[in-house]
């Protein structure tokens, strides 16, 4: 076993195979089951995505409207699903209140394992309906406003930042955040998906895999980016700052948020398309300066240190812009890469084997436990 070769970080290594998105470096693109994901934002639905996923093809009519009937009969919580929200702090990490809450979402009755495709995916819409409905409730909570119930009448999107602000937004606002939930959607085996994975391939229930997802996806170096990007954005003095900023933090050698990217090395596919919706919010409210810095902060990436924005480096402002409070930007993740991780638990335990990888010892050789050492 000494001779063992270490994959660090599992870089470059090919765990299992998945039919649910392609992820292509070499060409900077990306694609759900075979569709680019610029045509689905242009053309689809997030609801139509996530049925995308969960079923491998894009739904006809009949199936489209089963699905969202579905979807939107469910988005209700109970009174003691909301009323936990109460039982956190003011200023607790909507990340954590979230991790806390798919427990008592999930908690509906006793699911345990189920084999069923059909109850797997019958779990995963419940999960798809409530969990905005929590993170709305949430964040009207922080502001000391009651929660606002969902409208069947509204779309996924639409109706979610209905929930938020209790007015029905501008469509551009609305098609904006339904792209950014295409965009966050599924991106193949990145680190809170592997987890899911991982979990999923102990055949326990999916609610503990997403969980599992919600933990991963929080840190800075995942999902926790977006929010990241948008506290250094407003740290900026302005686009004149921007340079300067950058070149002072990459002298310290700290790492610019919303930049780099495990597998893309010359471009993330999802930037091209969601920065055109942001210039379109930066427009609407007379917010170009934000634009404005972010194109000093990308020069000056690229000239120091080649390297190019990920998603999160325009999500961040966009959210921003629609009035979101910053905590609440990975929660927003969550609400679409639920879609992604309930599509690879599906795939997980349709074609399971546990995963279990090696580690190379490098502790103490092996010795005896002395009397002396049991004093
Ligand atoms: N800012 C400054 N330098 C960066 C950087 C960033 N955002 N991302 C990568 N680098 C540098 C590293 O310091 C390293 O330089 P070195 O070889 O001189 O040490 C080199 O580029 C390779 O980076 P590394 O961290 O080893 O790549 P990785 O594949 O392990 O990590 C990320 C990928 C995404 C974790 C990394 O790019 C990062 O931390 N980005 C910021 C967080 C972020 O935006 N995450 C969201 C990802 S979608």
Redo the contacts with the bound molecule.
């Keep these: 076993m000494e001779n063992q070769q270490i994959h660090k970080?599992l870089f470059g290594v090919t765990v299992d195979q998945t039919a649910v998105s392609k992820v292509m470096a070499e060409t900077n693109s990306l694609t759900y089951r075979g569709y680019p994901v610029e045509e689905l934002c242009e053309h689809a639905t997030f609801e139509e995505v996530a049925y995308l996923m969960w079923h491998g093809e894009l739904p006809n009519s009949e199936q489209l409207a089963h699905f969202t009937d579905t979807e939107r009969g469910r988005r209700g919580l109970t009174k003691e699903q909301l009323g936990l929200l109460d039982t956190f702090a003011d200023d607790a990490h909507p990340m954590d209140v979230l991790r806390a809450g798919l427990a008592a979402l999930g908690a509906e009755k006793d699911r345990g394992f189920a084999d069923a495709v059909d109850a797997q995916r019958d779990h995963a819409m419940s999960l798809l309906a409530k969990i905005p409905t929590f993170i709305a409730a949430d964040h009207r909570r922080r502001k000391g406003l009651d929660a606002v119930s969902p409208r069947a009448n509204l779309g996924f999107s639409e109706n979610f930042l209905y929930m938020m602000t209790g007015e029905v937004p501008a469509p551009e606002v609305v098609k904006a955040f339904d792209v950014s939930m295409i965009l966050y959607a599924e991106h193949g085996f990145n680190a809170s998906t592997f987890t899911c994975r991982v979990i999923a391939s102990t055949l326990s229930d999916l609610n503990s895999a997403i969980t599992g997802g919600i933990g991963a996806l929080k840190g800075?170096?995942?999902g926790g980016?977006n929010e990241a990007v948008m506290y250094m954005l407003l740290d900026i003095d302005g686009p004149d700052a921007g340079k300067a900023w950058v070149e002072d933090a990459?002298a310290n050698k700290k790492?610019?948020?919303?930049?780099?990217?495990?597998v893309y090395r010359s471009g993330d596919s999802r930037v091209p398309t969601m920065r055109k919706y942001l210039r379109g919010l930066a427009m609407m409210s007379d917010r170009m300066d934000l634009i404005e810095t972010m194109d000093a902060v990308e020069g000056t990436m690229l000239d120091a240190?080649n390297?190019y924005p990920?998603?999160?480096f325009v999500a961040g402002p966009a959210y921003y812009l629609m009035g979101i409070e910053i905590d609440f930007y990975t929660p927003l993740f969550v609400m679409s890469r639920i879609t992604g991780w309930c599509a690879h638990y599906f795939e997980q335990i349709g074609d399971n084997r546990l995963i279990r990888p090696l580690a190379a010892y490098t502790g103490p050789s092996q010795r005896r436990v002395a009397t002396l050492n049991l004093r």
């Design positions: 970080g800075p170096l995942h980016a990459l790492k610019i948020m919303g930049f780099g990217h495990r240190k390297i990920n998603v999160d």
